[in-house]
């Protein structure tokens, strides 16, 4: 079962030099591939349609003034069972309940800078690439 996943590596990656770290965590799954990748700086506009679900919520703001705080990675990564995939390679959204070995639970301590965003099902994979790829959704 391929499948397209949005990923983006949210600006405490980048400003901390994980980027490379991350990416190469993916690129060793083996069959998946990156199919588009681009270093850009989030908008409020586009955060917001990303976010919408948290629109409202104590900790939206904040996390928009993150979001936005310095360049993000986006990319699009495509394989087997890909959308499961990369959220079990991130771990749990807060990286101290994230386990040693995934992303979040190796590299991350505040929830807020848990430095990796994937898409959590193939809707939001939809939706999310609509948002941030349009001309390849
Ligand atoms: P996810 O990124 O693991 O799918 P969501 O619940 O969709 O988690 O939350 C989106 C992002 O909002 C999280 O990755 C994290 O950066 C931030 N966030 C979520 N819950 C909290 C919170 O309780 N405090 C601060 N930031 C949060």
């Given at each position: 079962?391929?499948?397209?996943?949005?990923?983006?590596?949210?600006?405490?990656a980048?400003?901390?030099?994980?980027?490379?770290?991350?990416?190469?965590?993916?690129?060793?799954?083996?069959?998946?591939?990156i199919?588009?990748l681009?270093?850009?700086?989030?908008?409020r506009?586009?955060?917001?349609?990303?976010?919408?679900?948290?629109v409202?919520?104590?900790?939206?703001?904040?996390?928009?003034?993150?979001?936005?705080s310095?360049?993000?990675?986006?990319?699009?990564?495509?394989?087997?069972?890909?959308?499961?995939?990369v959220?079990?390679?991130?771990?749990?959204?807060d990286?101290?309940?994230?386990?040693?070995?995934?992303?979040?639970?190796?590299?991350?301590?505040i929830v807020?800078?848990?430095?990796?965003?994937?898409?959590?099902?193939?809707?939001?994979?939809?939706?999310?690439?609509?948002?941030?790829f349009?001309?390849?959704?």
């Amino acid at each position: 079962m391929s499948q397209r996943t949005l990923v983006l590596l949210k600006p405490d990656a980048v400003r901390r030099g994980l980027t490379g770290e991350i990416i190469g965590r993916i690129e060793r799954k083996a069959g998946w591939q990156i199919t588009a990748l681009e270093l850009r700086t989030l908008d409020r506009a586009t955060l917001e349609q990303h976010y919408a679900e948290h629109v409202g919520k104590p900790f939206y703001e904040p996390l928009v003034e993150f979001m936005s705080s310095g360049p993000v990675v986006a990319l699009i990564v495509e394989g087997e069972r890909v959308i499961e995939g990369v959220r079990q390679l991130a771990g749990p959204t807060d990286p101290i309940a994230a386990a040693p070995g995934s992303i979040r639970g190796d590299f991350g301590v505040i929830v807020r800078e848990n430095l990796i965003h994937a898409s959590d099902s193939e809707e939001s994979a939809e939706r999310e690439l609509k948002i941030f790829f349009p001309s390849r959704a």
